[in-house]
């Protein structure tokens, strides 16, 4: 469901008009050469395209030089920068429009601001004018008016506005479910909240400046890559200034306007263009995909994360257990346990009590029946106790965990002066339970006046199509951690069931904490999902850190990422498009350096075959003439960044392979593709540009 | 080409590779201060040497004190060769009575040999003393190496170790490289030259009466005890002008083939030390890959180009290769790998005239002068492994993870090194010989017109600038504007390489070592061969297409249609 989810969003914006429109406006107002300046390469290319144009009209009021080939050069040299601009418009155009609508659910809202957190009293202010620690009164319809955490009350709350799904959530006080955004509206009961964030810094207010790009911040590797890429052009510069000596020593003379076409066309324009659009692309695709990166760094590190700790529940297995086998002690027959069971699980509405139910029915077609046609009572399940049954017809029958109704047994025995049952009994129970336990699942004795019938094997369902996902993750060497509230035994069976590659039994806020330092010790960088309190700790600690947005405010605060849908699964996808995002880099820098050899086969022949004409031999295209050549280089250079806005804003498709594989795939894309494919397409432009006349 | 000579070249890698395994086990040995069998004829004088220089061997350097120590020792080698030129007239072992070398080639050649390079803007027999040959070149050709060394263990270093602080200590690396590595080869390896035939004495010139009557003076002096070192430190500095061409340098086919040997051998070994300090030899294998890669498509190329000869030749009935330029006694094959070696491993002895070579034969030592990992002693290491780091860079991305390299991240600060250190050898390199080949004092040097002539200026820069020192000949180098500009494109060459070099080493050692996954890029194998081989070719080959373009290349094309410049 959720790569459906994906893959729709992704398909569906790359080519729309509503984006593509405002782009071009986008595209003009990023010439500022202030906004220029954050690319080293582009910068450069803006700057010749300024020298050459001075050039340009000195020549046309002066009538000197080859005015119409000078021209069209200039034209495609300011092309590239424009293209470049536009590839950035775009993609800050598909965040923008989300921003839209986001902002339109910031419109002012009025909020009742208590007096005090006991009493009754408030005074209607404007909802921005709310202080971080007041503490207002939301009701049924209201519009909650600022981020905060409900300190009193339970409530409905439709979040639609963050989150794009209409279901209402529960948001109650304590507990891991107290956090409520501001934007959101409370369609029932009313709640105190206190609230945790002053206007203007609100999560919708962040979620604004991320998706519209305005906060970004080049990353660690985008920093690297700026590096490269400017030393590259450094080079560039060297090879280029110096033609006009070495020409000269020949005999020769360039004129500039050929020597910018050269220089252009050899510094990584095409990466140089696209960069920012892919950056703000793969921070785009996190939020179709309803998760939010605090950061771009967060979304990268996820490429870099070397162990995924997962929580059993809810993502390696289904949230409830499920009754799986009735196994009853000697002397008992399986019908009879089933029968008492599911008499003791008919008013049962949880999940295992319901799995009982139905299993008594697929297995020995005991039919549910009507509490009330039995005159049966219901008990219900209490921390005392920690049994539920029912009592009917004069009997009583009781489920519940092994030792609670062992006790229950005992004391039953004791009340009724009864000798003891016989140990024989508990002994086989006990050893029933244990091998249960070894399983991987959960033991629930029955017990019908009394008498010990046997224990229902409740299982913990592992998610159909995880275990391959694991062996997926192993192939992209990611170690996947179980973090798991149970005990090592049951833990090993479930870990082993799941095919994950190791598990943390028994974890507590301590110890998972110190099983992320440990890994981190190892210079390992680990991603982990949570949403409690006391995970928050270790979600700041771990390098990737994903807050549940059911989860409290201290969550919240610590994760680096916020999922919207709170959906722990969503790990693995977010570790995938961090991954994307590298690759998509890694691959148009490759394809970029690629380029030059087919360009210098263009341009260097057609450069120097005034004064030497045995270079001729060099013109392996078989270009038609010298300025049709430089002219098709420069506008293959210039088209080359339009061809690829839709790849950099996908993203190079992410296979789980292993590196070497990925590499080599990767390699002959757009290594070999882009040795290849500069040649076909300058040979094409050529033969164009000439059929047209244009030179 | 024949049979026999591919057997004689294949005879040469099969000596090399075979020697890569011992050797590099025993410099890993000698480098990580283990006991080795000449330790008990060195440790006392190692010991003897720390004490007198008050050096503790088991105290480390962060690399900015490794980098202090390597300068301040290159700027006394650098005072002591020069001072020793301009005073040789009044110094002892100068029976040939050689006066004072002129300031700008005293500056030229005091930098040339401090920097391993060798450039001789003079001709060795008539312009140096004994004393100055052997206290001051033979000195430098030991030490110059030993510095290579000791600057390729501090990047391995850097690679090995995790969060630490320092990177070795650089005279414990310098005087452990020369007195077990450079020393104990040499003092051999010269007996077997001599054996062959190599001159080894303090005598005056000989004169000697030919059979058509004129007089001849025939030099001689300690000719064996520099030649080893000269390929072992991949020096290159000839006794004679004639360098490995002389029949006193190199007599015999065993002497070209000890000679050749030598030139890669440590070179080679050290890759080997790199694969066993990161605790897997096939690392150092792969690179090997890289280098042995490019160095036997140029061995073809050459042998090729050598072979089929020159066409106008041939015209005029002429038949088989171009040995213009070469020693008989060696053939087409040997002088075509001479060629190849030499500039491969940035030693700049000759065994031929590379000026005489054919066009294409002449573009494959220029190029592989002009990518950095052919490098010589030490700076091949480091050559190396900066493509690889910016290989690693550039297509790591490609796996979806910020790249890494042995566990090493590689991030911002890596690639501004590796960048500087691609940028300093360039800019010397392209914007030398962009001045030389316009202005007046830069023209009236070259002796050929046209490409040709462009290239001897092109070569001469990018062998000062590689560290080679080969010439391509046909330029008088030695005029006060020749022996400055090159010896400052020699000096930029080394230290504008070296510096970001050791820089990368101290920032790779303070990084932790992330464990390789099923996710990390592989970086053995014939993939990431080809992938350093790629970068190579594209980032560090192309800079100089176009100078190529109008040198050697135009020249072939032109040979092709009869035309000769």
Known sequence: ?695 | MTMNGWIQILIFFGIVIALVKPLGGYINRVMNGDRTPLSIVFGSVERGLYRLAGTDEKEEQHWTTYMAAMLFFNLAGFLLLYLLQRAQGFLPFNPAGLGAVSADSSFNTAVSFMTNTNWQGYAGESTMSYLTQMAGVTVQNFVSAAVGVAGAMAIIRGFARASAKSVGNFWVDLTRATLYILLPICVVGSLVLVWQGVPQNLNPYTVAATLEGGQQTIAQGPVASQMIIKHLGTNGGGFFNANSAHPFENPTALTNLLHLVSIFAISFAMLNVFGRQVGNQKQGWALLGVIGAIVVAGVVIVYWAEAAGNPLAHALGVEGGNLEGKETRFGLALSSLFAVVTTSASTGAVNGMHDSLMPLGGLVPLFNMQIPPLGGIGAGVYGVLIFAILAVFIAGLMVGRTPEYLGKKIEAKEVKMSILAMLGPSLAILVFTAIAVVVPVGLSSIQDAGPHGFSEVLYAYTSGANNNGSAFAGLSANTPFYNITIGLAMLMGRFLLIVPVLAIAGSLAAKKTVPASAGTLPTTGPLFIGLVIGVTLIVGGLTFFPALALGPIVEHFALLAGQTF
């Open chain 1, 1 to 695: 469901m959720l790569e459906s989810h994906m893959s729709h969003s992704k398909s569906a914006s790359i080519l729309d008009a509503r984006i593509l429109v405002p782009a071009v406006g986008g595209t003009f107002r990023k010439l500022d050469p202030r906004s220029l300046a954050r690319n080293p390469v582009m910068f450069v290319v803006a700057a010749v395209s300024a020298l050459t144009t001075i050039l340009l009209v000195k020549d046309i009021l002066t009538g000197g030089g080859n005015i119409g080939f000078s021209f069209q050069i200039v034209l495609w040299l300011w092309f590239t920068v424009l293209f470049a601009n536009f590839a950035e418009a775009v993609a800050e155009g598909r965040g923008k429009a989300q921003a839209e609508s986001l902002r339109r659910t910031r419109t002012e809202t009025q909020a009742r601001l208590l007096a005090s957190a006991a009493g009754d009293d408030y005074k209607v202010v404007p909802g921005n004018s709310l202080k971080v620690g007041d503490i207002v009164l939301v009701e049924a319809g209201d519009i909650i008016p600022s981020d905060g955490e409900v300190i009193e009350g339970v409530a409905s709350v439709n979040e639609a506005a963050i989150t794009g799904e209409s279901a209402p959530v529960i948001r109650e006080s304590g507990g891991d479910r107290s956090a409520v955004t501001g934007g959101t509206q409370v369609l029932s009961d009313r709640i105190r909240v206190r609230v945790t964030a002053a206007a203007g810094s609100t999560f919708i207010d962040r979620m604004i400046g991320l998706v519209e790009g305005a906060e970004r911040q080049k990353t660690p590797n985008e920093i690297a890559l700026n590096i490269l890429l400017a030393g590259m052009t450094l080079i560039f510069v060297l090879a280029t200034v110096t033609i006009p000596s070495f020409a000269s020593y020949a005999g020769g003379a360039i004129p500039v306007i050929v020597l910018v076409a050269l220089f252009v066309t050899l510094i990584p324009t095409t990466i140089g263009a696209l960069l920012s659009a892919i950056g703000i692309a793969g921070m785009d695709r996190l939020v179709r995909f309803n998760v939010l990166a605090m950061s771009g760094r967060a979304v990268e590190a996820a490429g870099d994360v070397d162990t995924l700790l997962l929580d059993k529940t809810g993502t390696i297995t289904l949230g409830n257990r499920q009754a799986a086998e009735f196994r009853p002690v000697r002397g008992v027959t399986e019908r009879e346990l089933a029968d008492a069971a599911q008499l003791a699980s008919l008013a049962d509405e949880t999940p295992e009590g319901r799995s009982i139910v139905v299993l008594a029915k697929e297995k020995y077609n005991i039919r549910a029946r009507d509490m009330a046609g039995l005159h049966a009572t219901f008990v219900p399940f209490t921390a005392q106790s920690r049994m539920s049954g029912v009592d009917l017809e004069g009997s009583t029958i009781r489920k519940g965990a092994v030792e609670a109704v062992l006790k229950h047994v005992e004391q039953g025995a004791v009340a009724a002066g009864s000798a003891h049952i016989g140990s024989e009994t508990i002994r086989e129970i006990r050893a029933v339970a244990d091998d249960i336990a070894r399983q991987g699942g959960t033991p629930l004795a029955v017990v019908k006046d009394g008498r010990l019938l046997g224990v229902v094997y409740l299982k913990d369902i592992v998610k159909g199509g995880i275990r391959e996902r694991f062996a997926e993750l192993r192939r992209m060497g990611i170690r996947t951690v179980m973090i798991t509230g149970d005990n090592p035994m049951t833990a090993a069976a479930i870990a082993a069931e799941a095919g994950v590659d190791d598990f943390l039994a028994q974890a507590t806020p301590e110890n998972k904490l110190a099983l992320i330092r440990e890994e981190q010790a190892k210079g390992k960088l680990v991603a982990m999902c949570g949403d409690g309190t006391n995970d928050a700790p270790a979600l700041a600690q771990a390098d990737v850190g994903v807050a549940m947005n059911t989860g409290t405010v201290a969550a919240r605060e610590a994760g680096n990422m916020v999922d919207l849908d709170s959906d722990p699964t969503k790990l693995i996808e977010i570790v995938e498009i961090g991954k994307q995002l590298l690759m998509t880099r890694g691959a148009l820098t490759t394809f970029s350096i690629a380029n030059d050899i087919a360009k210098y086969f263009a341009i260097i022949p057609a450069m120097f075959l005034a004064f030497y004409p045995q270079l001729g031999a060099l013109n392996v295209m078989g270009l038609a003439t010298p300025q049709s050549a430089i002219l098709s280089a420069i506008i293959f250079n210039a088209l080359i960044i339009v061809a690829l806005i839709p790849l950099s804003l996908k993203g190079v498709s992410y296979r789980a392979v292993g590196a070497g594989a990925l590499l080599s795939r990767n390699l002959t894309i757009y290594g070999l593709g882009g040795i290849v494919a500069p040649f076909v397409g300058i040979k094409a432009i050529d033969m164009a540009v000439t059929a047209i006349g244009l030179v």
